[in-house]
């Protein structure tokens, strides 16, 4: 039986995909110890997370762990809105790892539902108590996070690198300055922007 474990990140920015992170691992693989100070990727620092994700690559290359991260992207989040873009992506990454929901159970953080086929819990706060979640939210971070340093060079005048698209006051400067790019959520901003 597999223990599957999954989270998103990225679900509040102003610019940049949404990502879900979903990790697989055989029931009795003890995950704490395979990598030391996992924590709830927000509680991590930038560090930290890098080192736990070459880690779980490393455990990957050996077998013990399956991980995939889909993204949503901003166009994607405008098109569907925030929940519908999250949910087509979490369902992608829980059927491509779990393909028969009979071999295993699902564990989400949040608010996040699998397919109705799975066995599954959700656990407020599971980022931070459920290995197999935590794993989960370091890779859809670290993954969304190189992303956005990336787009960061095709789009200068944002500072991507630095807020990760989040709606920090230095980006809503950037964006009074240059008006949104490509990147950005515009139905976030509308609701965003009026407010500030």
Do not use: W
Request: charged share 25%.
């Amino acid at each position: 039986m597999y223990i599957v474990g999954v989270d998103e990140a990225g679900r509040g920015p102003l610019a940049g995909p949404v990502a879900v992170g979903t990790v697989r691992v055989l029931e009795g693989f003890d995950i704490v110890a395979a990598f030391p100070g996992l924590n709830d990727s927000k509680k991590l620092t930038e560090k930290k997370r890098e080192a736990i994700f070459l880690q779980l690559q490393e455990e990957i290359k050996k077998g013990n762990v399956s991980a995939v991260v889909y993204l949503a992207s901003a166009a994607k989040i405008d098109a569907e809105g925030i929940v519908p873009s999250v949910r087509g992506a979490l369902y992608k990454g829980v059927r491509k790892l779990l393909p028969n929901p009979e071999e295993g159970k699902v564990f989400l953080d949040g608010s996040l539902k699998a397919p109705p086929e799975y066995e599954q819990e959700t656990i407020i706060g599971g980022d931070g108590t459920v290995p197999a979640i935590m794993l989960a939210s370091v890779a859809a971070k670290v993954t969304r996070d190189r992303l956005m340093k990336k787009l960061a060079l095709e789009h200068p005048l944002y500072e991507f690198d630095i807020h990760k698209g989040y709606g920090t006051k230095k980006h809503y400067e950037l964006l009074r300055t240059h008006g949104p790019c490509a990147l950005h959520r515009l139905t976030f901003l509308h609701l965003k922007i009026e407010s500030v």
